[in-house]
């Protein structure tokens, strides 16, 4: 490949046109993004991004996480096509799993194996820091509340269902009972961390096992008139605090869950589906 920068372009309706035209979330971005960043590591090219909010990650990027020294982030919509006339830059617009991103673009044509590329991907995850003032707060609540001797669960279902209209989600918390009340025969003295997004999920958890689960969110952090129902910053808790964590109990078909095993190198143990 003889371009002079590999660029992730996280623009809804931005070059390349491919489909689907989704407007991705937090961990599909981060996914796409770091996917291609450790790409352009391995060809030893310059790696560039946008980032621009949709209603799925109402943010920047740099509202969350510091922007990494050797990165160019540029979110002005005109620069692509102004800086394309000045160098060669190779588009992408990705936001599939880190596997996929290799079985279709490197498997072929580049003497890269699946287990390198990945590990070149968790590497540059792991630049991924959030700002001072979030990280203040991840740092502060892991501490107390000893993160890393607890394990870690994850339940979604604000848009992971099959019809959300019926709520016919695709885990209930039935499966998560199971997961936990496994672990409490095993070992009694287990304790949790819960990220969840919505606030029935917190409250049938929280009511079943006291204080043996612990929570960033409160009830009151909720609001559940938007499609996230938590905030970026809480989310942003919620995705370190879960990547500290022993292991994981998550969504089957979540980056978010995803992601979070992949940046602490934790087990993640995929939830069972419904359907």
Known sequence: ????????????YGPPHN???????????LRGMFSVYA??????????????PSNPCPCQFHELFEVPSDLVYENE???????????????????????????????????????????????????LKPIPKINKKIISFAEKNNINERIGLHIRKTDNGVSNKNKKYRTNEDWYFNMIDMELDNNDQSKF?????????????MERYGDKV?????????????????????SIVDFYCLSLCKRLYGENGS?????????????????????
Request: charged content about 25%; glycine content about 2%; proline content about 3%.
């Open 77 to 127: 919509r005109k620069w692509l096509n102004k800086k394309s006339n000045q160098i060669e830059i190779k588009l992408f617009r990705t936001f599939d799993t880190p596997w996929h991103f290799w079985n279709t673009i490197i498997k072929n044509d580049y003497d890269l194996a699946w287990e390198n590329f990945y590990d070149i991907y968790k590497k540059q995850l792991r630049k």
């Open 214 to 234: 612990i929570s960033y969110t409160t009830q009151d952090d909720f609001n559940i008139k938007k499609l996230r129902q938590t905030s970026m910053e809480n």
């Open 255 to 275: 980056s978010f869950s995803d992601v979070a095993s992949e940046l602490g190198n934790i087990e993640f143990i995929r939830s069972e589906w419904n359907v």
């Open 193 to 205: 961390f819960l990220a969840t997004d919505n606030p029935e999920s917190r409250l049938k958890i």
């Open 19 to 29: 489909k689907p035209r989704i407007a991705p979330g937090l961990c599909n971005r």
């Open 39 to 52: 790409f352009a590591d391995f060809l030893n090219i310059p790696f560039g991004f946008s980032w621009h």
């Open 1 to 12: 490949m003889k371009s002079d920068m590999i660029f992730f372009n996280c623009v809804r």
